[in-house]
């Protein structure tokens, strides 16, 4: 069987299933409610929040227009996908397993390298499939509801505002670094099937991990900070990075540029090695396993 073959096949399993899809419908649920909750009451919202900046600047133009909602949705949403994500990746090995077809599927003449290749791009697909359907619905359907304007980024101690002209292409590398995030997770999910017999185990053990992960990272102790580096947690809000403008002598911002660009390649770095390390013990296992299922 041809390796394209091998994948359309692992993708009509996975969209076969019920649950490929909660995770579209869930974010459309969730997107949309956003958009309709600032349509309604928005404006409110941000002129309570700008209340402070407005006493000593004169705020001008649509604040609340697309860039910014599709910002704020991202900061909400890309914290809750990978449990979206480890749903199919975590089922790649274990749901064969589970149906019993895993044995009957290692008689075939395929290779188990070429095999695991195949349902792990399959998974891949997927997670940029849905990863491509929250940038549609966040950000194109933000910018035909709310319009373009520049964006205001409000944090603890300085206001970014990012011109309309240089945002565009900000959002497409940050969408570039969620979709290396969020194959880190489905690399981990599918690594974590590998060792069981049903979807439940690895779906619970990924989420688990992400969870105590997180808390550590939360920790600011000196005995967690010095791992903190090597957690992939870590760098998963790592796109915000593509929205912090360096200034110039005079205070004013160098449009197109990133101020600090060596942290976020570090950071996609340390994700690109878990994506490897993952996949490499992974195959290793997968080769040596002894399938009874």
Request: hydrophobic residues 55%; contains cysteine; proline residues 2%.
């Amino acid at each position: 069987m041809r390796f394209n073959d091998l994948v359309q096949v692992e993708l009509y399993k996975v969209f076969r299933k019920p649950r490929t899809y909660i995770a579209f419908a869930a974010i459309t649920a969730i997107v949309s409610v956003i958009q309709l909750g600032f349509y309604a009451d928005g404006k409110s919202y941000m002129q309570f929040g700008m209340q402070s900046l407005s006493d000593t600047f004169e705020v001008q133009g649509n604040i609340l227009n697309g860039y910014l909602m599709t910002y704020l949705i991202l900061q909400l949403l890309l914290v809750h996908v990978p449990l979206l994500i480890v749903l199919v990746s975590g089922d790649m090995v274990s749901g064969e397993a589970a149906h019993g077809t895993l044995r009957l599927l290692l008689t075939k003449p395929i290779s188990r390298t070429k095999l695991l290749m195949g349902k792990f791009t399959a998974a891949f697909i997927y997670t940029m499939m849905l990863l491509l359907w929250m940038a549609i619905w966040a950000l194109g359907l933000s910018l035909i509801i709310f319009g373009a304007d520049d964006m205001l980024i409000l944090k603890s101690e300085v206001v970014t505002q990012i011109v309309s002209t240089d945002i565009l292409w900000r959002y497409l590398c940050a969408f570039g670094y969620a979709a290396l995030a969020m194959t880190t997770v489905a690399a981990l999910g599918f690594l974590l099937s590998i060792f069981a017999d049903n979807s439940i185990g690895p779906i619970i053990a990924t989420m688990s991990i992400i969870i105590v992960f997180t808390i550590l990272n939360s920790l600011d102790l000196p005995f967690f900070n010095s791992m903190k580096h090597y957690l992939f947690t870590s760098h998963m809000l790592g796109w915000k990075g593509f929205f912090d403008v360096k200034l110039n002598e005079d205070n004013q911002q160098i449009v197109g540029s990133i101020e600090n660009l060596p942290a976020i390649l570090n950071s996609a770095l340390v994700l690109f090695a878990h994506i490897i390390g993952f996949l490499a013990l992974a195959f290793l296992s997968f080769r040596k396993k002894d399938v009874l299922s």
